[in-house]
């Protein structure tokens, strides 16, 4: 064989292989990204695709029709969109991003307005997505590979996780456990309406290995460690409530219906935000936003904070727990919601709102997160 038939030989059977990996990889879908078929026995049981989140989203919000909204960080993702379909009357996608920044939210609103008429937009806001030191740049890397993209709202392209190896063995591993007919028991997002599903928290419970004081503590932890913690060194960023401001004003110029809410959080929680030294904080986020928007508060301690078995860690909502939320944010009074769950705030009672609350602190004992 001459030289020029070896190059030729070989170029055709690299462009073979790069294609069958392609193909491959498209039709098991092992992320649910294009859910071109569904084969039992095959690809039908997928992987976790969280670490994927805006690919996964912003091809749903340009494919797919809704009307309205659910912004905010993983706090909202665990809330029922089906729930609010009964509000609304419509279609409603969960376009949460975990630990996001009004930055992020306010540039994903943007994105899903350019392929939806959004008639509600229903806001979980969080204290985190306030912290100056968390950046796109430095926090978020895929946020920051694709944000000219979604800056700009263009599509954006999978095709780089079809012809990709690391997608090839999830591909593989996916079709080896659907052949096995295993169940995947890990969390994912919902192709129909973007809630984050627990499923391997909602197997656990079922089986009793579900340890939710364990949890409770480790996510404390998370977030309040010294020097490592979320919160380590947060400074609150009036950079970052120009964005939220700018999502409200938009909402306002354009009749779409918004409500504001600060997601329920657990009253060990609560009290950790005295006790790490964040909770001074804590109060200027709460006004500096009714400042803006008047909105519903759900933190501190309440029939339902106080709860353990209402979450699945210190501050995610078991999703159960839709319900009395959006009744709440909806002024439903044909559902029984709790009298002492959520205050709607303005900037009337405010300040005798933070009394209240402050009068609520307990002291959580940092020693048990070293």
């Not at 997928?46 to 009307?67: E, P, S």
């Not at 007919?181 to 973007?194: D, I, M, P, R, V």
């Not at 044909?334 to 705030?345: A, N, S």
Request: glycine share 4%; proline share 2%.
């Amino acid at each position: 064989m001459n030289g020029k038939k070896w190059i030729r030989t070989w170029f055709i059977i690299i462009i073979i292989i790069i294609s069958t990996v392609g193909v491959f990889n498209y039709l098991i879908d092992p992320y649910g990204m294009n859910n071109f078929v569904k084969i039992n026995r095959v690809n039908k049981e997928k992987t976790a695709n969280t670490g994927y989140t805006y690919r996964f989203k912003t091809n749903i919000v340009r494919n797919y029709k809704f009307d309205t909204l659910m912004l905010g960080t993983s706090r909202v993702g665990v809330m029922n969109p089906e729930v609010v379909n009964k509000y609304t009357n419509g279609n409603t996608f969960n376009f949460e991003v975990p630990g996001s920044i009004t930055e992020q939210q306010y540039k994903l609103f943007l994105y899903t307005l350019k392929y939806n008429n959004i008639k509600t937009l229903v806001y979980g806001i969080d204290f985190m997505s306030f912290n100056e030191n968390i950046t796109i740049k430095n926090d978020f890397k895929e946020f920051y590979k694709l944000y000219n993209k979604i800056d700009n709202k263009q599509e954006i392209s999978n095709y780089d996780l079809y012809f990709n190896l690391k997608t090839f063995k999830e591909s593989a591993i996916v079709l080896f456990k659907n052949i096995l007919n295993k169940k995947s028991f890990e969390a994912k997002y919902l192709f129909k309406n973007g809630m984050r599903d627990y499923i391997d928290h909602t197997e656990a419970l079922k089986n009793g290995t579900f340890e939710i004081d364990k949890r409770i503590e480790s996510s404390i932890k998370s977030y309040f460690k010294e020097n490592t913690g979320t919160y380590k060194n947060y400074k609150f960023s009036y950079e970052y409530l120009k964005y939220f401001k700018k999502t409200i004003d938009y909402c306002r110029n354009n009749n779409i219906k918004v409500l504001v809410y600060i997601p329920p959080m657990y009253s060990a929680h609560f009290d950790a935000f005295n006790s790490a030294g964040y909770y001074d904080e804590f109060e200027l986020f709460k006004k500096e936003l009714v400042q803006i928007t008047n909105y519903v508060d759900f933190t501190g301690h309440n029939t339902i904070t106080e709860n353990k078995n209402n979450y699945w860690d210190s501050s995610h909502l078991r999703k159960e727990l839709t319900e009395v939320v959006m009744a709440k944010l909806f002024n439903d009074n044909l559902i029984q919601v709790p009298v002492d769950f959520g205050v709607y705030i303005t900037k009337d009672n405010i300040d005798n709102h933070l009394e209240n609350l402050k009068e609520q602190i307990q002291n959580y004992d940092l020693n048990k997160i070293k």
